[in-house]
């Protein structure tokens, strides 16, 4: 069900995807979802809390496996892209889920918060040490978020500059968007 859910809402948008929609995608009763999940709005919550669990996952092991640094933001990306390109359906839901607003991206944000939080400290500690240009965290994290997501996400966008998204794409997009992460963020060497 979640996976049906997460792919359906991400393809069609919430308001556009019905509860008769995921019955008859997953092969249930309308009856079944809305005693398993209450509502509409409660199988978009179990969505959320498995893709953002399932994210923070991803990244939280990519982190722990890089030391501090460029090394530890490469690797968050490269997760990243691996993750967007293997679940597109995941981080586009993500996309959907912010254009939705209050209260749903408050599910989101609560669930992420955490990682985001480790996330501003790791580049603050990169800052302090040197590691990287001085700048804001917040404003960079967010850039590398737009970044991230909508190069995977928008298909629109890739398609008006002639690229159709696959692995070759995304790996190209991947490289370009860390030689330009680099070039804003490392500290230039002598």
Request: without cysteine; hydrophobic residues 50%; aromatic residues 4%.
């Amino acid at each position: 069900m979640i996976e049906a859910a997460s792919s359906a809402f991400a393809e069609r948008g919430f308001a556009g995807t019905s509860l008769d929609d995921l019955a008859g995608i997953v092969g249930v009763t309308k009856q079944s979802i809305l005693y398993h999940y209450g509502s509409k709005n409660g199988v978009l919550e179990a969505v959320l809390v498995n893709g953002a669990s399932e994210l923070v996952e991803v990244l939280e092991a990519a982190a722990a496996e890089a030391p501090l640094g460029w090394p530890r933001v490469e690797a968050v990306v490269r997760a990243s892209f691996s993750l967007a390109v293997r679940q597109p359906e995941l981080v586009g839901l993500l996309r959907e889920v912010s254009r939705l607003g209050p209260p749903r991206s408050d599910v989101v944000v609560g669930l992420l918060t955490p990682l985001i939080d480790r996330a501003l400290s790791g580049l603050e500690s990169g800052m302090d040490a040197g590691l990287f240009r001085r700048s804001d965290p917040r404003i960079l994290l967010a850039s590398v978020y737009g970044a991230v997501t909508g190069v995977v996400t928008d298909a629109g966008a890739l398609s008006a500059v002639g690229l159709e998204l696959d692995v070759r794409v995304a790996a190209r997009l991947r490289r370009t968007i860390l030689d330009f992460l680099h070039a804003g963020v490392a500290v230039p060497v002598s």
